[in-house]
């Protein structure tokens, strides 16, 4: 059996155990399915740790080899541009096709007063805790309480160069990290070569093992995915689904739109590359965002399915590294829907000059939120204050976010794929689809080629 299929056996199983274990279900005592959902939980973390574990030393050093082997700043400047111009363009996109979604199908008109009320009820603790905990985490972050979107984006940035570099490592904080790799990798391109050599073999060495050792990790994808799933399943509220069943839809149809048919035909018609082709390579990345809802930790694998289509390495390294934070449309798709379920759930009329406001600060918030489970609805309650809009709405929707999440960190993945695609074409060095066996095979089973 290929790696693929165990993994999406994997998923298969987790759902079956999930769904087994579910309260619901009245299967086992609710003490033991709580008990059981933890556990496998607990075994799901631990395949997250062991690609987390990967990340930093990963996004270092294949940003400081991607900086020299393209050689100059100039050539930076030209790719990073290009990557950037996409990621804004496309998240701007995405804003607006789910803002324009929401008011087509209205979900927020669906939702009866007095489910409303009992959704506000029911979660109002959990939606006061997400609020508070961005606000705080942002305090902490900005040294300023109650930011907007565009202070909070203001401050990330300013806050992009670490003065103590290690210890944004030691913290994971990827832009810091990324700006950092960029430094020094351009300042290697000014190292004279033979001092410069010894130096940068270590480094390709310790890429190449940092390659295996995903490899290697993905050996244990299809336990962890089936652990992740059960935790998952096993925990989602029924009754909350379906009460907001159109709400829910109306992301899911505007995420699989965005991720079959714009991406599918971006890759086609600006990437040169068969859909087909791009689907099948991404689908280790896919599993892994799934089941884990953390662009972050799919990025080793999100990395292994990009190289694998034969995109040249440095792109492949700038795309994913700066696309895992930056590159979020899933989230944008879900922020934008989201903002305008709880304008009408609440029965405020947005004007279409509040509307295109929050597309505007769906793409900023988008690329502001940290790719970790859950982070985009933190940024959401950004969202609803910049757009005046209660920020209380959003316990109306946490009861189903887990599921939600599941699928835009899917989209959000792609994305970094697309991108990476769609630049190589530009830049005249084409994905070839083949450069690789498929992500998943031999690929991932250690066969790489060196680019
Ligand atoms: N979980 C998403 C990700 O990691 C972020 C979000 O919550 O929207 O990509």
Redesign the pocket.
């Known amino acids: 059996m290929t790696r693929n299929r165990a993994i999406l056996l994997g998923l298969g199983v987790g759902v079956a155990l999930g769904a087994a274990i579910h309260p619901g279900l009245g299967l086992l005592a609710p003490g033991t399915g709580k008990a059981a959902a933890d556990a496998s939980g607990k075994i799901g973390g631990l395949f997250l740790d062991l690609l987390w574990m990967c990340i930093v030393p990963l996004v270092t050093v294949s940003v400081i080899l991607g900086m020299t082997q393209l050689g100059d700043l100039r050539k930076l400047g030209r790719v990073g541009g290009k990557i950037l111009l996409f990621y804004v363009a496309s998240a701007a996109l995405a804003s607006a096709l789910a803002v324009t979604a929401a008011n087509v199908v209205r979900p927020g008109h669906a939702i009866s007063a007095e489910s409303r009320k009992r959704l506000a009820k029911d979660f109002a603790g959990k939606a006061e805790e997400i609020v508070g905990t961005g606000e705080k985490k942002l305090a902490e972050r900005l040294g300023k309480k109650d930011p907007s979107v565009l202070e909070t984006l203001g401050q990330l940035l300013l806050k992009a160069v670490p003065r103590q570099p290690v210890k944004a490592m030691a913290e994971g904080e990827m832009i810091p990290i990324i700006v950092f790799a960029l430094l020094l990798g351009a300042a290697f391109t000014l190292v004279p070569g033979p001092k410069a050599a010894p130096a940068l073999g270590a480094l390709e060495g310790l890429q190449e093992a940092l390659i295996r050792l995903v490899s290697m990790i993905l050996w244990t994808a299809p336990v962890g995915v089936a652990a992740l799933m059960a935790s998952v399943v096993g925990t989602v509220g029924l009754d909350v689904l379906a009460a907001l069943a159109l709400y829910s839809g109306t992301v899911s149809v505007v995420l699989v739109v965005e991720g079959v048919l714009v991406y599918g035909a971006a890759v086609q018609f600006l990437g040169g590359l068969s859909p087909l082709a791009f689907f099948r390579a991404y689908r280790p990345a896919m599993l892994v965002?799934f089941s884990s809802?953390?662009?972050?930790a799919s990025l080793p694998v999100n990395m292994q399915c990009a190289e694998s289509l034969g995109i040249p390495r440095p792109i492949v390294a700038f795309a994913t590294s700066i696309g895992t934070t930056v590159n979020?449309d899933?989230?944008a798709i879900?922020q934008g829907v989201a903002s305008i379920f709880i304008a009408q759930a609440f029965g405020v009329d947005l004007t279409l000059g509040q509307q295109v406001t929050v597309v505007a600060l769906a793409t900023i918030a988008s690329i502001g939120?940290?790719?970790?489970?859950?982070?985009?609805?933190v940024m959401l309650a950004m969202i609803l204050q910049g757009a005046g809009l209660p920020a209380e709405g959003i316990a109306l929707i946490v009861g189903v976010d887990r599921v939600l999440?599941m699928l835009?960190?899917v989209v959000?993945?792609l994305g970094d794929g697309v991108a990476a695609t769609v630049v190589a074409r530009w830049e005249g060095t084409p994905a070839t689809g083949a450069a690789l066996a498929p992500a998943g095979s031999a690929a991932l089973d250690g066969a790489h080629g060196a680019r």
Do not use: E, K, L, W
């Open positions: 965002a809802s953390s662009s972050a979020m899933g989230t879900f939120t940290a790719p970790v489970p859950s982070a985009g609805i999440d835009r960190t959000n993945v």
